[in-house]
């Protein structure tokens, strides 16, 4: 099975602050996803990240892939209300391996 | 439009009945899977079929078979539902089998309870 650990697991901040996600794995792989699944709802895409060292930015969301393509960040600049939620990563190998989650919580 | 839809949306049922969970997508992929989310939120694989065809199939109790009438189903049927089976189940699909890696699609979930 390969592990994908994220931290931290829970985050209550303030709207404005700024804030990062971590995603870590001892296994490689191709590609990396970054879903926000909300309350009664299925996850949702955020973005695919491809190759290593690869920085995607998304609004205020800036995604980073590590360079041996084992880890990831998902940094977040001026926390809304609306990001809350939990959020996914998920390593691409010969199936999708799902991350351990972070629930974000952010309040006004 | 819908993109990927389950039925039901929730399912109540009593411990040993057998129930079934439909789902569909239109986005034209090939490759369509069946997780369980636990209470912790820890989205699990079950199975994944691409092209009608069983590709991963994970340590899973024979009483869930999952089956797909053609490449834009795949529907998951219980049989003999035990307390351990309650949980949310979630469908998706994507482009391709996980190599490319381009992300799934998932639908809004089927709240399982079984009493």
């Known amino acids: 099975t390969q592990l994908l650990e994220q931290s931290p697991q829970f985050l209550s901040i303030q709207e404005g602050e700024n804030l990062t996600v971590y995603c870590n794995s001892s296994?490689?792989?191709?590609?990396l996803q970054w879903y926000r699944q909300e309350p009664g709802e299925g996850p949702v895409l955020l973005v695919t990240?491809?190759?290593?060292?690869e920085v995607k930015k998304l609004k205020r969301l800036t995604f980073q892939f590590g360079d041996a393509r084992k880890d990831s960040s998902l940094h977040i600049t001026a926390a809304q209300p609306g990001d809350t939620g939990l959020y996914l990563c998920?390593?691409?190998?010969?199936?999708?391996?799902f991350g351990t989650g972070t629930s974000l919580t952010v309040i006004p | 439009d819908t993109a990927v839809s389950q039925t039901p949306k929730y399912l109540v049922t009593q411990m040993g009945n057998d129930k079934s969970i439909k789902c569909e997508q239109n986005l034209g992929h090939d490759t369509m899977y069946w997780y369980k989310q636990d209470s912790k939120k820890f989205l699990k694989i079950m199975f994944s079929?691409?092209?009608?065809?069983?590709?991963i199939n994970e340590t899973v109790p024979n009483r869930f078979s999952p089956k797909s009438p053609d490449k834009a189903h795949l529907n998951l049927h219980i049989n003999s539902l035990e307390l351990g089976d309650s949980a949310v189940y979630f469908c998706?699909?994507?482009?391709?089998?996980?190599?490319?890696?381009?992300?799934?699609?998932f639908g809004p979930g089927t709240r399982l309870t079984v009493t």
């Open positions: 998920a390593g691409a190998g010969n199936q999708f391996y």
């Open positions: 998706a699909s994507s482009p391709a089998v996980g190599l490319a890696g381009r992300g799934q699609y």
């Open positions: 990240v491809v190759t290593g060292g």
């Open positions: 296994s490689v792989f191709s590609s």
């Open positions: 079929y691409n092209n009608k065809e069983l590709i």
